[in-house]
């Protein structure tokens, strides 16, 4: 038997002891003890564990059951259980102390001390552990099925942390079908994805993120929620800086109308612990069938109606049962209102009743740089959550350190980390694991966001790796993004390793990403899907300095009064032109932007009409087309206008929008107008 886990530093009386049967026969408890040395807790009557199973006993079995949502095998605070205090006082000390597992016979079969212990308990060998903080739970370093056991400090210092309530699910992988996923850019097509998922949910939605605050999703929620469809929905109550009024209105006006909507907050000084630090994954659940995994929070500049602008991050779309169970699961653990830490929006004190939705943006350009794949082969996905799956360091360093290719995106990292249980710092394990991988031949390439947030700890990144890898990575290159083109701000923490797996992840390369925060990433084991995920990630490696061509048509000719249409949808660029501008009579002016510019002849002659096309990366073309406008059939060319003048004046009222002055030169139905 072992002393798996302890929370020494409760808020409420709510300390508990966990111990774990490693060996390999059935163990029967009864008259067993765990001592400190000033109390005893001994258990009087039979608790059988099976081998590889743990019991818990806790001191205040109501807080124990609702932060894990079971009741201890062992409730101290049941005068009718198998155990009580039968000597002195048992209360584990907040700056240290040492305990002890006891067998029938006398003797000391496990132990741990922690903090200043005072006396060093029997078989402990060095240092204690470091004192716990308040809400934190000690716990072993996992060994295989087990844990390990050589009663040192070394035992108990996993990468990750433990508080109290937390979560400790396995990965999973599944198997996808061909057709059955879907995989997708920001800004390209992340708001028509969602939305799409949205609108075909017939029994619920559920969404889970950082922030949230799109106008535009929130609309398609109220619709869902009109035709019977459960929203709800789990965000951070304290994101970096707060949460936004827009935010502040997205969940309340939800809220009002029928969604279920709550928020994830809480620390010592209010005496709530958070079971994890920061909510952070972003992930959406359609109906118990199709989920969706993003980089990106649920707000306007990662899912813009101006599909050009915006930020860069990669999604996935995936029509599964075993995996939708899976995240369900998750969601209702972490949203589970009976957690301290979990409030209902509208408890909240910044919930407004009042509240009124900003008008959704109108679309500004329906074009994509990039267009979104469905899979027309199958995929193997496994899903790793964060800190759960990064228990002895980020689960993602395996899949690094053997890589032999990589390219990938990442928004945020810290090149020195500083872990829980040292004051000493060390360079990030990511970083150490790509150098490595570098140095044995891997061909690596990593774009970093250069917002100027971001500007000093990329860079310090970026600048490592360059020269670490400099005299044996002539393959690999690592750069700051450009952030001149479409996107404007690279938030993106994807990779494509081997040409084969595509990681879509909320992960930053920070310490608390892993060993903290609530994250979510997607491992995709696909050729397809890595082919569109390397194709995006070249579109922002390279950029784009090639020039759309513009193609204004061939020359004509038209009758005065006769309708003018200038064409220039054959217009080219090696990605999509993002606008278009005519200068119908070549004076300076915008006369209309769009591809097509029509207009009535009302000025005869020979003129010269400009069009200008630009690219998303600012590249821009021209081209001229001249076209004639003759005397109309009937008149002589010099008195349409007096004979027509009061048509003239009739369709200037009825357009209004255009003085006479400008009439008299051209009336323009374009898009802008």
């Excluded at 008259?31 to 006993?57: F, K, L, Y």
């Amino acid at each position: 038997m072992l002393i798996r886990e302890f929370y020494p530093r409760g808020l409420c009386d709510d300390e508990y002891i966990t111990l774990f049967n490693a060996g390999t026969a059935l163990c029967n408890l009864k008259n067993w003890s765990v001592t400190d040395g000033e109390g005893t807790v001994a258990i009087m009557r039979d608790c059988w564990v099976s081998p590889g199973m743990s019991i818990s006993m806790s001191f205040n079995s109501t807080s124990f059951s609702a932060v894990f949502d079971n009741r201890p095998a062992i409730a101290l605070d049941d005068e009718a259980g198998p155990a009580s205090v039968v000597a002195g006082t048992f209360r584990l000390g907040d700056l240290g102390d040492a305990i002890s597992l006891v067998a029938p016979g006398g003797s000391v079969v496990d132990s741990a001390c922690y903090g200043r212990p005072g006396d060093t308990p029997q078989l402990w060998l060095g240092d204690p552990i470091p004192a716990p903080k308040q809400g934190e739970v000690l716990r072993r370093v996992r060994n295989g099925l087990g844990y390990h056991d050589t009663d040192r400090c070394a035992d108990w210092t996993p990468f990750r942390e433990f508080r109290y309530g937390y979560t400790d699910m396995p990965g999973l992988q599944v198997e996808v079908e061909p057709g059955h996923l879907t995989a997708f850019t920001s800004p390209d097509s992340s708001l028509a994805v969602l939305m799409d998922g949205v609108r075909r949910a017939q029994q619920s939605v559920r969404l889970c993120a950082y922030e949230a605050s799109s106008a535009e999703l929130c609309v398609s929620l109220l619709e869902a929620l009109s035709r019977g469809v459960i929203v709800q929905l789990l965000v951070d109550g304290a994101p970096a800086g707060g949460l936004s009024e827009d935010e502040i209105l997205f969940l309340s006006v939800l809220t009002r109308s029928g969604a279920d909507v709550r928020v994830l907050s809480g620390n010592a000084s209010n005496d709530i612990i958070q079971h994890v630090y920061h909510l952070h994954a972003k992930y959406g659940i359609f109906d118990s069938l199709e989920v969706v995994v993003l980089s990106e929070n649920f707000v306007e500049s990662a899912f813009p109606t101006d599909q050009m602008r915006g930020n860069r991050g990669w999604g996935a779309l995936v029509s599964n049962q075993k995996l939708a169970d899976y995240l369900v699961r998750l969601f209702e653990s972490d949203s589970r209102i009976t957690r301290p830490d979990v409030r209902a929006w509208r408890l909240d004190t910044r919930f407004d009743e009042a509240a009124v939705l900003p008008t959704p943006q109108e679309t500004i350009r329906s074009a994509r740089v990039i267009e979104p794949l469905r899979s027309s082969s199958p995929a193997t996905v496994s899903v790793h959550i964060s800190p759960d799956c990064s228990d002895s360091e980020p689960f993602i360093c395996g899949f690094l350190s053997e890589s032999k290719s990589v390219v990938g995106e990442q928004f945020q990292s810290d090149l020195v980390w500083s872990t829980r249980w040292s004051n000493d710092t060390c360079t990030s394990p990511l970083v150490t694991a790509i150098t490595a991988s570098v140095r044995n031949g891997s061909a690596t390439r990593i774009l970093f966001d250069s917002s100027w947030f971001n500007l000093e700890r990329n860079t310090a990144t970026c600048e490592y790796l360059r020269a670490e890898t400099a005299s044996v990575g002539e393959a690999s290159e690592f750069r700051m993004m450009d952030l001149e083109g479409p996107v404007g701000l690279l938030h993106n923490k994807g990779f494509v390793i081997d040409e084969r797996l595509s990681v879509v992840s909320s992960n930053n390369w920070v310490f608390a990403s892993f060993a903290r925060n609530r994250e979510l990433a997607l491992v995709i084991d696909s050729f397809e899907v890595a082919s569109f995920f390397s194709n995006a990630f070249s579109i922002d490696w390279l950029g784009d300095e090639s020039p759309p061509v513009a193609d204004a048509g061939e020359d004509f000719e038209v009758r005065l009064g006769d309708r003018v249409v200038l064409n220039g949808s054959s217009s080219t660029d090696d990605h999509v032109i993002a606008s278009w501008s005519w200068d119908a009579y070549s004076d300076g002016s915008v006369d209309g932007s769009a591809p097509r510019l029509e207009f009535i002849a009302l000025k005869p002659g020979k003129h010269r009409a400009v069009l200008t096309v630009e690219d998303p990366w600012g590249n821009r073309d021209t081209d001229v087309v001249s076209f004639t406008v003759l005397p109309s059939y009937s008149e002589p060319a010099g008195s349409f206008l007096e004979k027509h003048i009061g048509w003239l004046l009739g369709a200037a009222a009825a357009i209004g929008s255009l003085a006479g002055v400008h009439l008299a030169r051209k009336i323009n139905h374009g898009i802008s107008d």
